[in-house]
């Protein structure tokens, strides 16, 4: 089988490639990411060499060249490419839009055109907006995004939707809760928490710290969508979650407690604009239909993860100086 995998060079696209690599060793992988900021060439180190997997730095708004790469045989697209971060999609929409949605119309396009037998459309359980404090989203869930980002992913989830009703494309979209794990860019929650304690710097807590998250370890996102590639019933939407729902400050505070820092690093900033309170998600359809079940349990794979990162200074140093310093400073001014 012959994968485009978009998005590659990200955290939850670079643990997939690796993870495939692995998994099917007789696959060939195209790699296709344009390295902007969360792109990084370091995390695919590992497979440097493989002769199944490829690099290709491109953009997947640029219609020839996507055009170029489906037509070198690709079977299957996956498509993880995107502007991925709330923060940044409030200081600046537009990007977040180019990519997630005209970006991924390019690449259903290049599909279609050249006969992709399936195309999967990594999306977000933050396409149905938030939750109160009870009930979970389910398929059926009435799409309701609040921020530029989720919104985005919407409008690509939806051209995906239309692609196959009206050209009859084989698609299927996941939409997974917050992925946790070796390699995430440290803008996120767990990972800039992890990176502020140990440099005993304040750990900037949004609002209350009470919003909810259910959290899932990336390996086991990378086994749904690999199931999902197999066994995914063509136009079916499916949700992956953890069933590991908790509040901002248990997260944090479980960092603390884990590298042995003090509470006093937590301060409280102003929250989030449209800040969304809760996600819980119901996997129960790709576990009923697919198969899958999520293999590691949340304590351990944050302590796995934190150990990922005391193990790998070299890389966070590189990934946090420069720009990242610049964007900080913009985020965090007025909190
Ligand atoms: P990430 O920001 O770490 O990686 C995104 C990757 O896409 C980067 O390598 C970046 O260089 C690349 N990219 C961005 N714009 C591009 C463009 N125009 N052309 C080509 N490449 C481009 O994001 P992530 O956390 O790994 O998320 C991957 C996907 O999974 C996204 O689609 C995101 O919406 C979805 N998702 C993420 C989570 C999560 O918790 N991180 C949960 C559910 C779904
Ligand atoms: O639910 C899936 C989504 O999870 C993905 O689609 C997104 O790509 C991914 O970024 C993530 O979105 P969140 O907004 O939930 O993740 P983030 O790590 O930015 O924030 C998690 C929670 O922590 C959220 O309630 C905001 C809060 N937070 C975050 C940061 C960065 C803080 O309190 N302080 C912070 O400094």
Redesign the pocket.
Known sequence: MKLLV??????????FVMYMLEKHPDYQIIN?????????LE?LKSIEGNANHTFVK?????AKAMSELVQQGVDVIV???????VDRSILEPD?FV???VL?TQVLLDAAKRHGVTKFV??????VYGTLGETGLFTEESPLQPNSP?SSS?AG?DLLVRAYHETYGLNVNI???????GP???PE?LIPLMIQNALNNKQLPVYGDGLNVRDW?F?KD?CSAIDLVIHKGQPGEVYN?GGNNERNNLQVVRAILEELGKPESLITYVKDRPGHDRRYAIDASKITRELGWQPEYQYESGIKETIRWYLANPEWMERVTSGAYQDYFQTQYKDR
């Open positions: 978009t998005g590659g060079a990200g955290f939850i696209g670079s643990n296709v990411d344009a390295l902007t900021y969360a792109g990084n995390n491109a953009d997947i708004t640029d498509n993880f490419a995107a502007e991925s971060h990007v180019k990519t997630n970006g459309q990594v999306s977000t359980d933050e980002y992913k690509g996941t939409r997974c809760s917050n992925n946790y390699y995430q860019f996120k899932l990336v996102h992956v």
